[in-house]
């Protein structure tokens, strides 16, 4: 059975060696790794690795609030079992507001071994939390870099009701609309109606499930100039998985 890895932040040495013969009761094999300061618990945190954190609540120069605060800041991926004798329990619930796992007061040292079983299983799914929003926002950022590295106005288009949802660099250069001037706008408000041969709404469906389509049409320019351009229409997976219509003009 792996090791598992304690870092113990506490002032009062006789609450330390509660907390190891509580530990040495259960069937954990475990290393306890203790600091007394907020200084030294910050080092640790930067320096070495855990799987659980235990913090009393209370010390002279650091409070349970603060300990989250930089645990979160330092390390969110480690759970934080909060220890105390003395806060009320209003208290001990905020914790969990601010991040602890669990709070324990040190009368019920029992719940001790189960409150860290069950850490390690949030730790777990914390870090695969994480790796997910980490690995989203990395693929957001490539397709962002792509999607502005188009030479072709790009917009991406709700194919029912024919609202721009976003748009690339190149729109805003070709045009001279600000993003946040588009987005939002049918996108027949920047086409000239008076010849475009752009779908008309009774198509959009006929595209969708074709996932094809391709015309000319004049886009108006922010002078007042009209643009002729080719487009070709493309159905793409988009946010929350629906189909959205991509109009890429070339």
């Known amino acids: 059975m792996k090791k598992i890895s304690i870092l113990y932040l506490e002032d009062d040495e006789l609450d330390v060696e509660l907390i190891r013969d509580k530990l040495n009761t ?11 300061n907020k200084n030294d618990f910050k080092i640790s945190l930067k320096t070495m690795k855990f ?24 390390n969110p991926d480690i759970p934080t079992i909060i220890l105390s004798g003395t806060i009320n329990e209003d208290i001990a ?32 799914e914390l870090k695969k939390k994480r790796r997910v929003e ?36 190149q729109v805003e250069e070709s045009l001279g609309y600000t993003r946040s001037y588009i987005v939002g706008k049918k996108v027949h408000d920047i086409i000239d109606k008076r010849e475009t041969v752009f779908p008309e709404q009774e198509t959009l469906e006929q ?41 890429v003009f070339t």
């Open 207 to 247: 595209l969708y499930l074709q996932e094809k389509g391709e015309g000319k049409s004049g886009f108006k320019h922010k002078n007042g100039k009209i643009i002729y351009s080719n487009y070709k229409l493309k159905i793409i997976p988009w946010q929350d998985s629906r189909a959205w219509l991509l109009i």
């Open 26 to 36: 259960g069937k954990l094999k475990y290393t306890l790794f203790h600091v007394q």
């Open 93 to 124: 619930i905020d914790t969990l507001k601010y991040g602890a796992v669990d709070y324990i007061f040190k009368s019920k040292l029992e719940k001790l071994i189960p409150s860290i079983e069950s850490a390690l299983i949030k730790g777990d």
């Open 134 to 169: 980490r690995d989203l926002l990395l693929s957001e950022a490539k397709f962002r870099t792509i999607f502005n590295h188009f030479t072709e106005m790009v917009f991406v288009i709700d194919p029912y009701d024919q609202c721009i949802l976003d748009l690339n660099d």
């Open 51 to 74: 799987d659980v954190i235990l913090a009393d609540f209370s010390l002279p120069d650091i409070d349970g609030y603060g300990i989250l605060y930089m645990v979160r800041q330092i």
